[in-house]
């Protein structure tokens, strides 16, 4: 019985597995027919006629034309932005070394003047100019713009020779502590300070960059400030100054006994006297005359216009000076004055021996188509000043080169008493025309009648020298004397711009000294500047604008289209 049913339940297994079997390959046989199935109907798809499949070919170019254009363009505009920022970055570092900045203002105030770039064209030594305080100090004021962009100028110009640094002194003591060993004057925010090596100078910013003037009108009863930028001279100055191993040495006489020995009158020319000196890179040193000695050391002695006489004892030290142990090689300027308060024999007779004569007396000019208004320190307007034309001839006018016209305010008649004599030579340095009369400063002047006086040229510039030769080398020396030191005065020979007598006294400087590469700046206001375009450039401005960039923008569109139609 029980091998009956171990017999069954064999079976019975074998005919479930068998069953297993057939399912199993019921439907392998099922997914097979299923693939055939789809097979048939791929094959029976239809067959594409030429113009589809030509149709379909064309398609298939064209995305791969567009796929290949637009990566293209990607391609391209990749480059180009990158170009664009090389191009941009190349660009602020060049305008950074050249300088690129075009000044459109009337007077040219960002521009610097020609003889500073041929100056720093030809400079051989490093300078370093550290202003006092941020740029945008200077930056974020119009007046004071002007400083910024002049110094980028310089250091443009400078072939690399010259650096520029900004340094806050409030915001980093440190990092001018290293000018005060070099310096021992206060360093105030807005200051320059131009250095080479171990040789500093400091510039002032209200003294010697940037001038602030306040003048008095009596007729409205107010004040005006004019603020006048005299910071090129002052920087081009400093910079000869740190890289001049060998300055020019000169002696001020401008004080006797411990008091000025000019008259008040007489105060602001000589301040415009040293403030030239001090440009223009003379080591300029003040001396009494009554106690200090007057050595060889200096290459030039300036007598400023003395309103008494001075003694044996002291007319003794100028001609010790100018004979110089028989060796000449000197130079004394004097200048004349009409504010003298006592008489000066012992000047009018050192003066003599040399072939000067100063009468007192105003030179006028009594011609109105030539006579000048000029305006004056001490006084509003002066009339009747004649105009001075430099001798082509003298010797000491060789370097001079007229660019506007010279005026001489207040000036003595300076009379040559000989042109020869002993050795002793006269040259006129500066005339007037022949239209001049002298206006006497003494009582006669109640009965004076310009009109009925005689007129004729008058000299208002002399040189006298004494020359020595000796074993074929000459030596000299020599005076060179002014109608008076009016010649320099503020409003003549500094912000005013319409008269050359500072020029011509800064050029005179350097010929009698042998002294080379003085400069003469102007100054520049920061009152009257305007932009201004000529008619040309309006016209130029108006193509570019109207015509040139419209078309040009029209072009690129009509490429861009074309191209953009054809992908």
Request: net charge negative; hydrophobic share 40%; glycine share 4%.
């Amino acid at each position: 019985m029980s091998e009956k049913s171990e017999k069954d339940e064999i079976r019975e297994e074998l005919k479930s597995a068998a069953a297993e079997a057939e399912k199993l390959a019921a439907e392998e046989a099922e997914k097979i027919s299923l693939d055939k199935d789809k097979k048939d109907k791929k094959s029976k798809k239809r067959e594409r006629t030429p113009e589809e499949e030509k149709e379909r070919a064309l398609n298939s170019v064209s995305r791969r034309k567009k796929l290949k254009y637009g990566a293209l363009a990607t391609v391209i505009t990749i480059v180009m932005v990158a170009i664009v920022v090389a191009v941009n970055v190349v660009c602020n570092l060049l305008d950074k070394r050249y300088n690129w900045n075009i000044d459109l203002t009337s007077s040219g105030l960002f521009e610097i003047d020609d003889q500073t770039i041929d100056y720093l064209h030809q400079l051989k030594d490093d300078v370093k100019i550290t202003m006092l305080a941020d740029e945008g100090y200077f930056l974020e004021n119009n007046k004071l713009k002007v400083v910024s962009e002049v110094l980028n100028r310089f250091r443009s110009e400078s072939n690399g020779h010259i650096t520029v640094e900004y340094v806050d002194p409030n915001k980093n003591p440190e990092a001018i502590s290293v000018y005060s060993k070099n310096y021992n004057g206060k360093l105030s925010q807005g200051d320059a300070v131009v250095s080479c090596g171990d040789l500093t100078r400091v510039l002032s910013f209200n003294q010697d960059l940037i001038r602030f003037d306040t003048s008095f009108d009596p007729g409205t009863y107010q004040q005006t400030q004019t603020v006048t930028f005299i910071g090129e001279q002052s920087l081009i100055s400093a910079i000869m100054g740190v890289t001049d191993l060998h300055p020019v040495k000169v002696a001020l006489l401008d004080q006797l006994g411990g008091a000025a020995i000019y008259d008040q009158y007489d105060s602001a020319n000589y301040e415009r006297l040293k403030e030239l000196l001090e440009k223009n890179n003379y080591e300029a040193e003040s001396l009494d005359i009554m106690s200090a000695d007057l050595t060889s050391d200096y290459d030039l002695a300036i007598l400023c216009s003395p309103a008494n006489d001075l003694s044996d004892a002291q007319i003794e030290k100028l001609t010790n000076y100018l004979n110089n142990d028989n060796q000449y090689g000197k130079t004394l300027l004097y200048f004349g004055t009409p504010f003298k308060r006592s008489k000066t024999p012992n000047l009018d007779a050192f003066l003599a021996l040399w072939g000067i004569e100063y009468n007192q007396a105003i030179v006028t000019d009594t011609n109105a188509s030539t006579a000048q208004m000029v305006q004056a320190a001490y006084v509003n307007v002066i009339s009747n000043v004649p105009v001075a034309y430099a001798n082509a001839d003298a010797s000491l006018n060789a370097g001079y080169k007229a660019a506007l016209p010279i005026v001489a305010p207040y000036s003595l008649p300076v009379k040559r008493l000989f042109e020869q004599n002993s050795g002793r030579n006269t040259y006129p340095l500066l005339t007037t025309a022949d239209t001049c009369c002298l206006y006497p400063l003494d009582d006669s002047a109640k009965d004076f009648n310009m009109e009925t006086a005689k007129t004729e040229t008058q000299c208002v510039a002399v040189l006298a020298d004494q020359t020595f030769t000796s074993g074929g080398d000459t030596f000299k020396s020599q005076i060179v004397a002014f109608g008076s030191a009016w010649f320099l005065d503020y409003y003549v020979a500094g912000s005013s711009g319409s008269y050359d007598n500072a020029n011509y006294f800064v050029s005179l400087l350097n010929t009698m000294t042998g002294k080379e590469n003085v400069l003469t700046i102007a100054e520049k206001s920061l009152d009257t500047t305007k932009v201004t375009i000529t008619e040309a450039q309006v016209k130029t401005i108006r193509m570019i604008i109207v015509y040139m960039i419209p078309v040009i923008v029209a072009l690129i569109g009509i490429v861009v289209y074309v191209r953009r139609k054809n992908l």
